[in-house]
């Protein structure tokens, strides 16, 4: 990373914003700096647009804008590029790219939150270099930028003055990297303390997603199948379906899985369609029976049985626990 001041001298954080960006990659950098503040730090934020006007967030939110990206002239000591949904769009945006490398090049530290890392690859800033992003994009990042070595279950990467989170609230994670960084590890301590956020959140981006949390497949077929199951947990993914569609003998397809997954192909579905059942039942309503038929089981008896040998409770209560933030004594009656 490129040399940071001492001193008392105000740190300088410039947020880059555009039509669509995320507004948690914005608002949770700026919450820890500004947070920061209340235990010692003198970060000075501002928000940039490429032309200077204020924005629209892929949620329908208005965020004001200070001034244009051209109209910087002050170095920044961190300049934060936020993602959004729309982003092969956004990395296909010529005004938007070349906003980043001009802040980019009169910044200490460049840090992209979730997909921002496509702006910044996109940008030619993570050539030659280690980064991440959301755990649902990695092989996306991977497979666009060949350049870029990705390290998919990171959730943040530091590679010289770039640094790169994964999804979305992971850009807390690396805020509270940088506020360490320059105050201390007791401010940080405390600002993490203030916004009830882990310091350093255990574990990483595999606790989100199967694919993230199985070995990468070395051979092209295997991650054809592999994607396969993820892109439609309800189809048909018995061993000789996959077999057939690799090309392969159902021993063969075995002996693949053991190597390179050090699973079994049933194993494997079982816990993609775990994942989408979880999702599922996350965030609808839908009837336990539309549930286990859209993610493979068949039927709720099926999938009864999947959760309750996998997590230990039944698919009902796993609703109900997870379909909510409020803490058991929140439900208890008056």
Known sequence: MKDMPSGRKPLLVTVLVFPGVRLLDV?????????????????????????????????????????????????????????GPEWPSLAKDDALLSAVRALDAHSRCTASICTGAFLLAAAGLLDGR????????????????PRVTVEADALFVRDGHIMTSAGVSSGIDLSLALVEEHLGADVARAVAKDMVVFMQRPGGQSQF???????????????????????????????????????????????????????????????????????MLEGSDDPMATVARRTGFGSPESMRRAFTRNLGVTPGAYRARFRTTRTPAEDRPA
């Open 209 to 279: 997603s199967v694919r993230t949390h199985t070995p990468r497949a070395r051979q092209e077929m295997l991650r054809r199948v592999l994607d396969a199951v993820a892109e439609d947990p309800s189809g048909s993914h018995t061993l000789a379906a996959m077999a057939r569609r690799a090309g392969v003998s159902p021993r063969h397809m075995t002996r693949l899985f053991r190597e390179e997954m050090a699973t079994t192909p049933a194993r494997y579905v079982e816990r993609v369609r775990m994942e989408a059942a979880q999702a």
């Open 27 to 83: 608002t949770g950098p700026i919450e820890v700096f500004s947070t920061a503040n209340e235990f010692g730090g003198r970060f000075r934020v501002r928000v940039v647009s490429p032309d200077g006007a204020d924005v629209v967030t892929a949620s329908d939110t208005g965020l004001h804008v200070d001034l244009a990206a051209a109209q910087v002239r002050e170095a920044s000591d961190v300049v934060v590029v936020p993602g």
């Open 130 to 145: 280690t980064a991440t992003t959301h755990w649902r994009f990695a092989d996306q990042l991977a497979l666009r930028y």
